[in-house]
């Protein structure tokens, strides 16, 4: 089971950390993603990253502003985000998926936990 936390309130340049904790998993082995979702809009990919943490990818409208990593020892991910824009504004989900490549829609994974709501203020 997927848990994502850290969302909450935060003014446009703000920062925000997520954090996506597995819970009687180890996550060693899975590539892992975040996507989002706002009010009246499809799931979007935000940002991926490899089972062994080595590779990410990302959405053009996170690049250079947020960061995946992943902390197998830890079973969990983050998402650092910098330079929040209002835009950034929506319900964050983890996800896993068992695969060899990093994959960027959501129907290529498996997994899913319960999103984090991020609000950003103009």
């Known amino acids: 089971q997927l848990q994502a936390s850290g969302g909450g309130l935060v003014q446009t340049g703000g920062s925000l950390r997520l954090s996506c904790a597995a819970s009687?998993?180890?996550?060693?082995?899975?590539?892992m993603g975040w996507f989002r979702q706002a009010p009246g809009k499809e799931r979007e990919f935000v940002a991926a990253?490899?089972?062994?943490?080595?590779?990410?990818s990302y959405a053009d409208s996170v690049k250079g502003r947020f960061t995946i990593s992943k902390d197998n020892a830890k079973t969990s991910i983050y998402l650092l985000m910098n330079n929040l824009k209002p835009e950034d504004a929506a319900v964050y989900y983890c996800?896993?998926?068992?695969?060899?490549?990093?994959?960027?829609?959501?129907?290529?994974?498996?997994?899913w936990g319960h999103g984090t709501q991020v609000t950003v203020s103009s």
């Open positions: 996800a896993a998926r068992v695969g060899s490549e990093i994959a960027s829609t959501p129907e290529m994974y498996h997994y």
């Open positions: 009687g998993r180890s996550i060693s082995s899975y590539d």
């Open positions: 990253i490899n089972w062994r943490g080595d590779r990410s």
